[in-house]
């Protein structure tokens, strides 16, 4: 399907809220004038004090669960007194009274929230409590009734219900830019609130959601007060944990997105300046999820994050990353100078470490990639009865508007790297499951709930991907690690910054290879060239070209040079035969070497 156009907003119907009054009215659920549920598992008759803002993210395994809920004061007055998660299992629930003699008891914290002061350039106190509590072994496949609070003043919240699955064959949900405020904070609520209803009542089995970013709009904390109050608004976030990451718009009042969540294995690599943001991973069954904090645009801290990870988790057989700004898209954002930059700089680590799926939002439209390895297609795979059988690359994921606040038009023609896209102004969600070898992942409109897109992979082995002696030079098979270049003594050369991978060729930044080889480089800001000197030649690279001059000669370089980090990369195999320079590569060592 291709569709063009100039980048329109749209904004979701006022039918939504009536669609969604009859489902509550169906299922029973009462939304209190404070936006907190008294439903969901929380029943009306034991609900107990409404503490705003409860949210739960995965913890580090399946095992655990990070709760986040707000206070006026800090729950740290004694003993009795700190913030407390208490759970136990259901089936110890009788009637109404919940079971605190067979339930567990967690502490946690209470910390300072904190905003941007736009007259000083500092922080200021929000003037609330983030409460934050982990809450570990919990059990596979077991429904649990769980209270917060404290046994002091205020109390105890109302008791809700929440459920493990089964990490041998779990799904999820995965939703992109709900951006509350963007049209009216109302009218967004309520398309987000038909949303997650409308996943959850489709599928209850969901362990958790994933939310790629851009939960808020605003720039100002009382703006994004109403706004997370409506994020959060939804009673069934009671009981499903979501794992989101940092959108541009959530980074607006700066340290504040951070405030409001307990973040599992929470790192500083990605982190804005705000400090309490960043990179994040959880485990569930055989997969594993990153979670980039893409505001942090240098490549380096996510390839230093995704290496880490995995290698805590070696036996992960899924590998999936979630970050808000999309890598592959067709809307109003793809063009944008940060994007593109990610574009030829993020694929690189995602493809050195065997990513399998990425989930990203930002460009508020729908598109799937093929298969992309190298920055580039992969469109001829194996199939299995309908299925990807052991497929090349990364599959890349932009997932439309979780809300209706906002949507843009595709602004270019469809692109090389697009399977498929859709933009038809309704809201969307993702249902995703992983069943051992297998991965899928479904996405429905909200407004009649039919499949949009469906995509499968299957895997033959516990990790996809043989190891290939083909050259990077040439096209590369999938990346089993971090390519090194030597001179002809062995010793590394042009290792900082690392080479990139753009379409199947490695390029190096041109001022460290002019070092490496003792010229001489200028740049002609004029012409926007850069010129390489040697005793006997001269290479001018014109930016963004696929074609050097040498000695007043066309010189193919079999791919664009380009600009990232601001720093002029040039395609190595190209410049340095040029020069007379021998290219020898060792595929089992992932090694290129220079003579």
């Known amino acids: 399907m291709k569709l063009s156009g100039s980048g329109r907003k749209r904004r979701n119907c006022l039918g939504l809220g009536l669609l969604l009054v009859l489902i509550i009215a169906a299922s029973g659920l009462i939304i209190t004038a404070a936006g907190m549920p008294f439903g969901a598992g929380a029943d009306p008759s034991v609900a107990g004090t409404v503490y705003p803002n409860l949210n739960i993210t995965p913890g580090s395994d399946q095992s655990h669960l990070c709760f986040s809920w707000e206070t006026a004061n800090p729950l740290t007055i004694s003993s009795s007194a700190v913030p407390t998660v208490q759970i136990a299992a259901a089936s110890a629930m009788a009637g109404t009274t919940f079971p605190a003699s067979q339930a567990q008891t967690f502490y946690g914290q209470s910390i300072k929230a904190y905003v941007q002061n736009g007259t000083t350039a500092g922080t200021v106190f929000a003037g609330w409590y983030q409460n934050k509590v982990t809450v570990t072994g919990l059990s596979p496949g077991t429904a649990y009734v769980y209270r917060y609070g404290n046994g002091a003043a205020p109390g105890w919240s109302g008791v809700s219900t929440i459920h493990t699955g089964n990490p041998d064959d779990f799904e999820l949900l995965a939703v992109a830019d709900p951006q509350i405020g963007t049209y009216s904070v109302p009218n967004d609520q309520t398309g987000w609130q038909n ?57 607006f009042v700066g340290a504040y997105y951070g405030d409001h969540y307990n973040q599992p294995n929470l790192t500083a690599d990605g982190a804005t300046r705000w400090g309490n943001d960043g990179d994040y991973w959880f485990t569930y069954g055989n997969a594993l999820f990153m979670m980039l904090d893409s505001n942090a645009l240098g490549a380096t801290t996510q390839d230093e994050f995704i290496g880490r990870a995995v290698a805590a988790n070696p036996d992960a057989e899924w590998r999936i990353v979630c970050l808000h700004h999309s890598i592959y898209s067709e809307a109003a954002h793809c063009n944008d100078p940060d994007v593109r930059l990610r574009r030829l700089t993020y694929p690189s680590f995602l493809d050195k470490y065997q990513i399998d799926v990425v989930i990203s939002g930002h460009d508020h439209s729908y598109t799937r990639t093929h298969q992309m390895l190298g920055g580039a297609p992969q469109q001829a795979q194996t199939g299995n009865n309908g299925d990807l059988l052991d497929p090349a690359g990364a599959v890349y994921f932009t997932l439309d508007s979780a809300s209706g606040s906002k949507y843009y038009d595709f602004t270019v023609p469809e692109q090389a790297y697009s399977a498929f896209r859709w933009q038809h102004y309704v809201p969307t969600f993702s249902h995703l499951v992983i069943a051992g070898d297998k991965f899928s992942i479904t996405t429905y409109r909200t407004d009649n709930m039919s499949a949009i897109d469906s995509y499968s992979i299957f895997k033959s082995a516990a990790r996809k991907g043989v190891e290939s002696s083909s050259s990077p030079l040439a096209a590369p098979a999938r990346e089993q690690g971090p390519i090194r270049i030597v001179d002809a003594n062995g010793k590394a050369i042009l290792a900082d910054p690392p080479p990139i991978i753009d379409d199947g060729h490695t390029l190096v930044p041109l001022y460290a290879l002019a070092r490496t080889l003792e010229a001489g480089l200028t740049w002609d800001a004029a012409q926007k060239v850069a010129i390489l000197t040697t ?43 040029a020069l007379g320079e021998q290219i020898t590569w060792d595929g089992e060592n992932r090694t290129i070497k220079l003579d």
């Open 535 to 577: 005793g006997k030649d001269e290479i001018l690279f014109p930016v963004d070209s696929d074609q050097a001059t040498e000695n007043g000669r066309p010189l193919p370089l079999g791919g664009p040079d380009l600009i990232a980090g601001g720093r002029m990369y040039v395609p190595l195999k190209a410049v340095a035969e």
């Open 195 to 251: 949303t997650v209803a409308r996943a959850v009542q489709a599928f209850p089995g969901a362990s958790f959601m994933l939310c790629a970013g851009d939960q808020v709009n605003s720039s100002t904390q009382s703006e994004e007060d109403n706004e997370y109050a409506a994020y959060f608004s939804p009673p069934q976030l009671q009981q499903l944990p979501v794992a989101v990451i940092e959108g541009d718009h959530d980074y």
